[in-house]
């Protein structure tokens, strides 16, 4: 076995002094810095018994910190990030559900993680900051440990995270060492990274994409991330400007966000020239994609990724190769293919279940047989997305199985909707979903967010879509919100969304 994991050796890699992690106001940690403090973490966690097979949780807020904590605990053991705004009750799920051996909280931080763990008799480690050092330099609260003899091997858990939960109970998803380094390396060669790259990470760092989709993928190739503290539109031009960020990825309703503050920072977007911006995690409505490469000047990535496929699966090339608006990609990494309901492949322009399989994708989910024995047919993992191929290979999205809307036997994606009337001038962002029906069973709904300085009608909007799609398609409920109702990583959710708006009985 190695003396080092391979998210360890991929640190050690490449220039030490080359820069890998920056924050606001603090100067970068250089590859070496971070490497070595990888390996003294590894070797304070084994000094209080911690295996490179056991779960480790971290609660923290995004920030140069987490990045660091993350990137090692995952070369030694198994990190579990957790979202730090759960309450008492998920966290008692979440941590009892991973088998957690220890728990790593920001020095003197207020969680209700605190009092679980206490509960669970799971070790605290609190993490302290050294503000005096560079970005995401800290210390833990354990004695010093000695060396690390007990490395991980490639196929040793490196992360786990969970499903959302949505429709059932959140499965336990381990991602490999092997998987992550596949998956980082494959978004390294989709979007051409080199170590003159540097990317800014707004995505929540409890999440797929901000791990492996931004920060892992940076560091694989040898460049470079700069962490604020989440995601804050008011703040965002700011540190673009301060990161010199060549990149960022983030999910639509933050490039959405990011679009209604362009017009003031036009100085920077100059200033600071993309050398593109990706997006993925959700559908990218074409209009906002539009808007997004006229605003910046760059090319706009779209991709596909899921957390059981450590992130990516599918993305749009970089030019000169096409970006086709309202499509995920072709093959980014793993194979790809479009599977029918009596598992035959099926071929282009046919839609079907859109199913993988490579070295990226997770092992199986843990404990569950069951979801395994669902989640696999022949070797190929079923996303459980609804899609279609066309000749070229580019996959386009057409809504999750378990979104598609049933109206009397009639069956509706709802992305279709979103699409037609995302079209409509005054419409900045909408989510179509189901509804409960007393005869039909589901009825078609959707809820929508005006553009500033805009006014539509239910009426408008109804009749806007009814030019471009069956009867039986046109929403037959439209709510006008101010904000639409999100997801932790800022995703828009349809499943629960009638319940959400007291459309449901």
Known sequence: MSQFSAIAEMLSDGDAKAPAIGAPDRRDMSRGELAALARRVGADLR??????????????PNGPEMAAAFLAVAANCVAAPLNAAYRADEFDFYLSDLDAQALILPAGAESPAREIAAKRKIRVIELAPDLAGPAGAFSLSVPAGGD???AASPDDVALVLHTSGT???????PLTQRNLMTSAGNIARTLALTPRDRSLVIMPLFHIHGLVGALLSSLHAGGSVFCPSGFNALKFFA????????WYSAVPTMHQTV???AKGNAEIIARRKLRFIRSSSASLPPPVMKELEATFGCPVIESYGMTEAAHQMASNPLPPAARKPGSVGIAAGPEVAIMGEDGLFLKSGEVGEIVIRGANVTPGYANNPKANAEAFRDGWF?????????????????GRLKEIINRGGEKISPREVDDVLMEHPAVAQIVTFAMPHDKLGEEVAAAVVLK??????????REFAAQRLADFKVPKKILFLAEIPKGATGKLQRIGLAQKLGLSS
């Open 452 to 461: 500033d300085g805009t006014a539509a009608t239910e009426r408008d909007l």
């Open 47 to 60: 000094g209080i018994g911690i295996a490179r097979r056991d779960a480790v949780a971290i609660v923290m």
């Open 148 to 150: 690390v003899a007990d």
């Open 382 to 398: 079923r996303t459980g997305d609804q899609g279609v191929m066309d000749g070229e290979g580019y996959v386009s999205l057409t």
């Open 259 to 261: 679009l209604a503050r």
């Open 239 to 246: 540190q673009l400007d301060e990161a010199a960020a060549t």
């Open 167 to 173: 429709t059932s109970r959140p499965k336990i998803v």
